[in-house]
């Protein structure tokens, strides 16, 4: 449990203000390095946001970042090596296999949760239409809660003037 510990540590660094891990697994990702196939050893992350997977090597580090939107599909397996994930994300077929330490079940629940959703959109303040204001100061100057003053003031400041 060190080794994945330490490297979700390490990944953290790498993460978007505010993104919370969820789970995280430790296992070996089939990757191309120079248009050659390797296997690289590190930590699979699955955040509230999306999947990342962290691998430390000499002098640097791997990092490479699937939204949960791009995945199309997924695929888990348990052999004698351990699990394995299997996933499609934007025309990438990506491979985490030889998985025996960290939350599994978790990982594989979040994955087939989130897989090809959308992330929630973030609500955006509408601004109040002016002459709709205008037209509730002057309701308010009409029934005398507003003073003429106060709503040719609030008025200028409306229209900007």
């Known amino acids: 449990m060190a080794k994945l510990d330490k490297l979700v540590e390490q990944a953290r660094a790498h993460l978007e203000p505010g993104e919370q891990i969820e789970a995280a697994v430790l296992g070996a990702y089939d990757t191309k390095v120079m248009g050659q196939s390797t296997v690289r050893n590190g930590v699979m992350l699955a955040t509230d946001r999306r999947l990342v997977f962290f691998a430390k090597k ?19 397996s348990k052999g004698l090596m351990g699990h394995s994930f299997r ?10 296999k030889w998985i025996n330490t960290g939350d599994v079940a978790r990982f594989a629940e979040l994955l087939r949760a989130r897989a090809g959703q959308r992330p929630a959109a973030t609500a955006v303040p509408s601004q109040p239409d ?14 005398g809660i507003v ?7 609030k008025k200028r400041q409306l229209l900007g003037l």
């Open 58 to 76: 000499l002098g640097g580090h791997d990092l490479e970042s699937f939204p949960y939107a791009n995945i199309s599909s997924f695929e888990s």
């Open 87 to 96: 996933f499609a994300a934007s025309g990438n077929d990506v491979s985490l």
């Open 130 to 143: 002016p002459l709709d204001q205008l037209r509730k100061l002057a309701e308010l100057r009409d029934a």
């Open 147 to 153: 003073t003429a003053k106060e709503f040719e003031a």
